[in-house]
C-alpha cells in the first residue's frame, strides 16, 4: 500500500522522460505514477536540505548540478520498486535521496577524470572553480549521502560501501584500459556495469529493502537495475555523437575529445582489422583528436555517427534492456512489472 504523499509542486523529472504517459497507461498504473510523481517532489525537497553547506563556498558548489537539471532516474526506481512493498514510507524516501546525492557526487568527479566542458547543459564544475573545488564538491557529497544511508542501518551501509567500490572500480579500469588478454569490448562492458550499472541497480534494491517487500524480489530487480543502466549508457554513446547539443547538453563527440572510449569507436577498431573503410575512418578520427585546432573532428564525428558501428551499438542497447526485462520474471504481474518493462523501453529511446 502506498503511503499518500502530499503534492506541494509538480516534480519535472517524470515530465523530462515521459514516465507519466508512456509507463503508466490504465487508471491504476496512474494512480500509482500519481505516488511516485509526490514522491519525487518530497525527494527533491530533500536533497535541497541535505546539501545545504553553512560554507558560503561549499552551499554554492554543491547545488550546482543539482539546480542544472537531470533525470532522477535512480530516485524514481526506489520510488517504484517500493511499491512491492509498504509503498513510499520515510525509509525508502531517505534511501532515494542517499541514491541521488551519491549519483550527482559522482558526475563531479567523473568531469574532472573527462575534462569535460558541458554537464546538463552549463559548464561542468571544474571548468567554473578548477579540479581541486570540483573534486572536493564531490568528496562533500558523498559524504553527505554516507550520512543518509547511516541512518538506514548496516544493510543499507553494506549496500552503499560494495556500491562505491564498483563505482571506484569501473572508474579505475576506465582509466587504464584493458589489459592485454582482456577483449576491449568486453572490458569496456563491464566497466559500464561497475560505473553506471551497480547504482541504478542498488537504488532499485533499496526501493525493495524498506519497504518490507519479499526478499526474494531483491535479485530480479537488481539484475534488472544493472542490465538497464548498461543499456543506459550505450544510449549515451550514441547520444555522444548527437549533433543537437541543445537537446543532449553536450557538444558531439564530448568523450571521444575526452579520450573516453564509446562503443561505436570500439566496434570501428574491431572493424578495422580487417575492413579497408573502417581502417580509414579510425584513422581519420584519430588524426583529428590528435590535430591541435581538431578543425575537422565535427565531420569525422559525423561519419563516425552516420557508420554501421553507431547502429550495432544501439541494438546492442536494446539487447541489455531485453535482457533487464527478462530478469523480471520472477515479480508478480501488475503495475511495478510493467511500469518497469515500459521504462527499460523509455531508457533506450531516448534523445537525451
Given at each position: 500500500?502506498?503511503?499518500?504523499?502530499?503534492?506541494?509542486r509538480?516534480?519535472?523529472?517524470?515530465?523530462?522522460?515521459?514516465?507519466?504517459e508512456?509507463?503508466?497507461?490504465?487508471?491504476e498504473?496512474?494512480?500509482?505514477?500519481?505516488?511516485?510523481?509526490?514522491g519525487?517532489?518530497?525527494?527533491?525537497?530533500?536533497?535541497?536540505?541535505?546539501v545545504?553547506f553553512?560554507?558560503?563556498?561549499?552551499?554554492?558548489?554543491s547545488?550546482?548540478?543539482l539546480s542544472?537539471?537531470g533525470?532522477?532516474?535512480?530516485?524514481m526506481l526506489?520510488?517504484?520498486?517500493?511499491?512491492?512493498?509498504?509503498?513510499?514510507?520515510?525509509d525508502?524516501?531517505t534511501?532515494?535521496?542517499?541514491?541521488?546525492?551519491?549519483?550527482?557526487?559522482?558526475l563531479?568527479?567523473?568531469?574532472?577524470?573527462?575534462?569535460?566542458?558541458?554537464?546538463?547543459?552549463?559548464?561542468?564544475?571544474?571548468?567554473?572553480?578548477?579540479?581541486?573545488?570540483?573534486?572536493?564538491?564531490g568528496?562533500?557529497?558523498?559524504?553527505?549521502?554516507?550520512?543518509?544511508?547511516a541512518?538506514l542501518?548496516?544493510?543499507?551501509?553494506?549496500?552503499?560501501?560494495?556500491?562505491?567500490?564498483r563505482?571506484?572500480l569501473g572508474?579505475?579500469h576506465?582509466?587504464?584500459?584493458?589489459?592485454?588478454?582482456?577483449?576491449?569490448?568486453e572490458?569496456?562492458?563491464?566497466?559500464?556495469?561497475?560505473?553506471t550499472?551497480?547504482?541504478?541497480?542498488?537504488a532499485?534494491?533499496?526501493?525493495?529493502?524498506?519497504?518490507?517487500?519479499?526478499?526474494?524480489?531483491?535479485?530480479?530487480?537488481?539484475?534488472f537495475g544493472?542490465?538497464?543502466?548498461?543499456?543506459?549508457?550505450l544510449?549515451?554513446?550514441?547520444?555522444?555523437?548527437?549533433?543537437?547539443a541543445?537537446?543532449?547538453?553536450?557538444?558531439?563527440?564530448?568523450?571521444?575529445?575526452?579520450g573516453?572510449?564509446?562503443?561505436?569507436l570500439?566496434?570501428?577498431?574491431?572493424?578495422?582489422?580487417?575492413?579497408?573503410?573502417?581502417?580509414?575512418l579510425?584513422?581519420?578520427i584519430?588524426?583529428?583528436?590528435?590535430?591541435?585546432?581538431g578543425?575537422?573532428?565535427p565531420?569525422?564525428?559525423?561519419?563516425?555517427r552516420?557508420?554501421?558501428?553507431?547502429?550495432?551499438?544501439l541494438a546492442?542497447?536494446?539487447?541489455w534492456?531485453?535482457?533487464?526485462?527478462?530478469?523480471?520474471?520472477?515479480?508478480?504481474?501488475?503495475?511495478?512489472k510493467?511500469?518497469?518493462t515500459r521504462?527499460?523501453?523509455?531508457?533506450?529511446?531516448?534523445?537525451?
Amino acid at each position: 500500500m502506498t503511503r499518500a504523499v502530499p503534492v506541494t509542486r509538480r516534480s519535472k523529472a517524470l515530465s523530462q522522460i515521459g514516465l507519466t504517459e508512456r509507463i503508466f497507461t490504465s487508471a491504476e498504473d496512474r494512480a500509482t505514477a500519481a505516488a511516485i510523481d509526490a514522491g519525487l517532489t518530497e525527494v527533491e525537497e530533500g536533497i535541497l536540505r541535505e546539501v545545504a553547506f553553512t560554507d558560503v563556498v561549499a552551499n554554492v558548489t554543491s547545488r550546482y548540478l543539482l539546480s542544472a537539471g537531470g533525470k532522477r532516474v535512480r530516485p524514481m526506481l526506489t520510488l517504484l520498486t517500493a511499491q512491492l512493498g509498504d509503498g513510499i514510507v520515510p525509509d525508502v524516501l531517505t534511501a532515494a535521496q542517499a541514491v541521488e546525492i551519491t549519483h550527482l557526487a559522482s558526475l563531479y568527479h567523473d568531469d574532472v577524470m573527462d575534462d569535460a566542458e558541458q554537464r546538463r547543459g552549463v559548464p561542468t564544475a571544474q571548468a567554473v572553480w578548477g579540479n581541486s573545488v570540483a573534486i572536493l564538491t564531490g568528496d562533500l557529497l558523498f559524504a553527505r549521502a554516507s550520512k543518509l544511508v547511516a541512518v538506514l542501518g548496516e544493510r543499507a551501509i553494506r549496500l552503499q560501501a560494495g556500491t562505491f567500490e564498483r563505482l571506484v572500480l569501473g572508474q579505475l579500469h576506465e582509466a587504464v584500459g584493458p589489459q592485454p588478454d582482456e577483449d576491449p569490448v568486453e572490458h569496456y562492458l563491464g566497466v559500464l556495469a561497475d560505473k553506471t550499472g551497480s547504482l541504478i541497480a542498488a537504488a532499485a534494491q533499496l526501493g525493495v529493502f524498506f519497504s518490507n517487500a519479499p526478499r526474494e524480489y531483491e535479485e530480479p530487480v537488481m539484475l534488472f537495475g544493472e542490465r538497464i543502466g548498461v543499456a543506459f549508457q550505450l544510449v549515451d554513446d550514441v547520444l555522444d555523437l548527437s549533433p543537437r547539443a541543445e537537446e543532449t547538453g553536450k557538444v558531439a563527440g564530448t568523450d571521444l575529445r575526452a579520450g573516453v572510449p564509446t562503443l561505436p569507436l570500439l566496434y570501428l577498431r574491431r572493424q578495422a582489422r580487417t575492413d579497408t573503410d573502417a581502417a580509414a575512418l579510425l584513422q581519420r578520427i584519430e588524426a583529428d583528436l590528435a590535430s591541435p585546432d581538431g578543425a575537422d573532428l565535427p565531420r569525422a564525428i559525423e561519419a563516425l555517427r552516420e557508420h554501421e558501428v553507431t547502429s550495432i551499438t544501439l541494438a546492442e542497447s536494446h539487447r541489455w534492456a531485453e535482457e533487464a526485462v527478462a530478469a523480471l520474471a520472477p515479480l508478480p504481474d501488475g503495475t511495478v512489472k510493467r511500469a518497469l518493462t515500459r521504462f527499460a523501453d523509455v531508457m533506450v529511446e531516448r534523445t537525451s
